[in-house]
């Protein structure tokens, strides 16, 4: 008999991998994935970069606790490690295993399933399964513990990733990740290749690679930028992508590195601001000089890549004129996407203490005015490239966050339930892609597999949301 397991993710790409490698873990130990539902057991991982974040998790778990009165909630990640306490409080069958214990849910899966089996209560099983993590500490945040999540499979995503990196040793003013995730750690450059070979011969073809903050990559002698070179030199045919990117890091190593054929052209830059003070307050370690030679750089390495941003919007002490002087900054240098996102006050870091306090209806607008230039930024950049041929993941639907889905009484032929029923596919360039649900040749293809696409037509709203593909792409084969 199958026990129902449920994943629910918050924040970064490094906890969706993370969630996959325990969501694998517990289908070995003979747990079905279930997206909607009761379940024996939930595992929630949480995010602690805003406080927005934390409340989300905490509804949710809540809810859960609700729907199965005699399942266990269990809750992990950089919240958990930040506030197991207040977490637990959250009911009485919630079981806490902070970040740095994350990994020990792998061998928990088999114990709570080894329970459903034997009639035991599952929180029981939990309990004791965190007591013994955390009795032999095997799971500190340290590379074992850190580099333990390497799925075989991925329920939740049809491309593949690879965590490389955990940690951060820079002390940014605003930030809690770096106190959650402890310092820069880095696996190790042979196992890269090994586990980046066994997703390329599982059918993989592409890879983003993930890290806390990805430019502090260093073992073995070797920069980021040098393991993405040993990667592709010791790789047939799989892409890979760079999920994010510090400004001032971009040097003729990454440049060349970025370079390569089998890099996506996409990069992602962690800006946070385009104005000088601001950026000195924040603790960041450049001027919006660097950001914009950064991003010249970037174009020059690669044929009119997608470059996306994050920029937080009201940080103590940002006045009207560095707000504006930040939306100049990034409407000059010609986005494809800008992460928005108002600051958050984040216990344990300097900026809970800065001041004056900017009101959060400011903060806001601003936020809202960034992601407009974004949203603008995406929408020019789709038409760009409409008429053009590019390479292109197809992807599954998957779990779709209950934020991003379609209103409820959604009937089929309705413009919303034709896009759900299509396809949709992730280009080299990040584009995101709806193409038809069947090939030329009236077969329907698979998710997860490379196809050559060419874009008909820009659609999107530039939102790059779930609901508003970027463009519509047809496939392009050749006889034969
Ligand atoms: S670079 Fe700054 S914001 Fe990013 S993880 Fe490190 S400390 Fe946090």
New binding site residues.
Partial sequence: MAFLARFRTFGCKLNQIETESLAAAFARAGFETVARGPAQVYVVNTCTVTSMAEQKARREIRGYLRESPAGVVIVTGCYASVSAADIAALGPRVAVFPGGLKSALHAAAADLAEALRKGLDVYDAAIAALESATRSSLDRPSQGGSFAFFPERFAFHSRASLKVEDG?????A?????IA?GRAVSLDPETALARTRALEASGAREIVLTG??LS?YRRSGLSFAGLLSKLTDGTESVRFRISSW?PDRVDGEFLEAFAHPRVCAHAHL?A?SGSDAVLARM??RYDPVTVARAVRDIRAAKDDPFIGFDAISGFPGETDAEARESADFFASVGPAWIHAFTFSPRPGTRAISMRPLVPERVAAERSRELAAIGRRGRIEYAARWVGRDVMAVLEATGEIDPDDAPPSGDEPGTARADFHAARIAVADNYLRLSVPGRLPDGSIPAAGVLERLRIESATGDGSGGLGAPDARACFVRTAG
Avoid: H, P
């Avoid at 951060?168 to 940014?172: F, L, P």
């Fill in positions: 951060c040793d820079n002390r940014c605003y930030c809690r990740v770096c995730r806390v903050n502090q510090e962690a946070q603790g960041r």
